[in-house]
C-alpha cells in the first residue's frame, strides 16, 4: 500500500460530508444528552438544587462565608441528599441494565426473523434495535453522571467537615 500525503488526502475528504457527519452527531448527542438530563432531573435534581444553592453563596462577594449555623445545616442536608442519591443512582442502574435487556431481545428477535447473510442480518437487527440502543445509551450516562456526582458531592461534605474541624478548633483556641 502506497503511502498517501497530506495534499492526497485533503482532495479526497468531502467537507460537505464531514460537515453532514458532525451535524448528526451533534443532533443525535444532544438527543442522548435530553434523555440523560431528563433521567437525572427526576431522580437527583434536590442535589443539583442544593449544590447550585452553595455555589451561589459561595460566589456571593457581599458574605461570602456560611456561618457556623448554615455550614452545619448545609452538611446535614448534603449528607442526607447523598443517601437517597445513592438508592436513585441504584435505581436508574436498574433501568439501565433493563434497557440493555430490552436492546438485546429486540436485536435478537430481528436476528431470527430476517433472511439473508450474517452481514446483512446484523445490519438489519441493529437498524430495528437503534432506538432501544438510544434509550440504553441515556441510561447509561445518566448513571455515570449521578454516581460522579455523588462521589463529587462527597468530597463536597469532607470538605465542609474540614471547615467545621477548623472552626471548632479555632473556637477551642480562643
Known sequence: M???????LSKEIDDGTIKSVNESITRNGSLIEEISNKIIK???SDLDTFVDRITDVLNDEKSPNLTSEELEQALLRLTTLLY???????????????STAVRKEVYNAAIVTVEGTINEKTAKA?????????VE??????????????????????????????????????
Do not use: F, P, W
Not at 502506497?2 to 492526497?8: L, P, R
Not at 437517597?84 to 439501565?96: C, Q
Not at 441493529?126 to 438510544?134: A, F, P, T, W
Open 2 to 8: 502506497a503511502k498517501m500525503k497530506i495534499g492526497e
Open 42 to 44: 427526576e431522580h437527583i
Open 84 to 98: 437517597y442519591a445513592v438508592d436513585k443512582a441504584e435505581s436508574v442502574g436498574i433501568k439501565a441494565d433493563i
Open 126 to 134: 441493529d437498524d430495528e434495535s437503534i432506538s432501544e440502543r438510544i
Open 137 to 174: 445509551i441515556a441510561y447509561n450516562r445518566a448513571y455515570n453522571k449521578i454516581k460522579n456526582r455523588i462521589q463529587i458531592g462527597l468530597e463536597m461534605q469532607a470538605t465542609l467537615k474540614k471547615i467545621m474541624s477548623r472552626r471548632m478548633e479555632s473556637v477551642v483556641k480562643e
